[in-house]
């Protein structure tokens, strides 16, 4: 995709400190570093988000990141643990619309990267889980 910045970086036409490259993916530093060692893994296919992957791309890019994430943890003995984020869709945090997987180093949990996950546990009953519950599994029903 011409406009694309990350089709860009995959095209060698804007730098990037790439730290591992197949046929399949680029791997390299996220301009952020929102923790040092912050690296993106991008499917050299233009896709825009994780609803458009197929299972053969989804099986390629994903056999790619353990080995990934192992080198950059090796990489530093102060990397402790690692949160591999991928967003999908503008409201959620997605701002570059080539598909891609954020790999982020943690030191602490204070070290500058923040999740949040709310427990909504107790608004919730059987009924409510059960009818979230069948109307996923409708739609996989359809996928078939
Ligand atoms: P998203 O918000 O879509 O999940 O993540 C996009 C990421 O791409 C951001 O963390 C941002 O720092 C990174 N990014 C945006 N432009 C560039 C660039 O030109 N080079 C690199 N290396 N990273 C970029
Ligand atoms: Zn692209």
Redesign the pocket.
């Known amino acids: 995709m011409t406009d694309c910045?990350?089709c860009k970086?995959i095209n060698g036409d804007?730098p990037?400190?790439t730290v591992y490259e197949d046929d399949v993916v680029k791997a390299?530093?996220?301009?952020?570093q929102?923790t040092p060692g912050?690296t993106?893994v991008v499917p050299k296919k233009h896709v825009k988000d994780m609803f458009e992957y197929d299972e053969d791309l989804a099986a390629a890019v994903f056999s790619r990141i353990p080995k990934i994430a192992r080198a950059i943890k090796k990489s530093n003995p102060a990397i402790k643990g690692m949160n591999i984020?991928?967003?999908n869709g503008e409201v959620a945090?997605?701002?570059?619309?080539h598909s891609?997987i954020?790999l982020i180093p943690r030191y602490t949990t204070e070290d500058g990267f923040k999740m949040i996950f709310t427990d909504n546990g107790d608004k919730y009953d059987e009924a409510k889980y059960k009818e979230i519950q069948e109307a996923i599994i409708k739609q996989l029903e359809d996928e078939q």
Do not use: E, G, P
């Open positions: 910045i990350f970086i804007i990037s400190y390299f530093l996220d301009i952020s929102s912050h993106l984020v991928n967003n945090y997605q701002s570059v619309f891609h954020h």
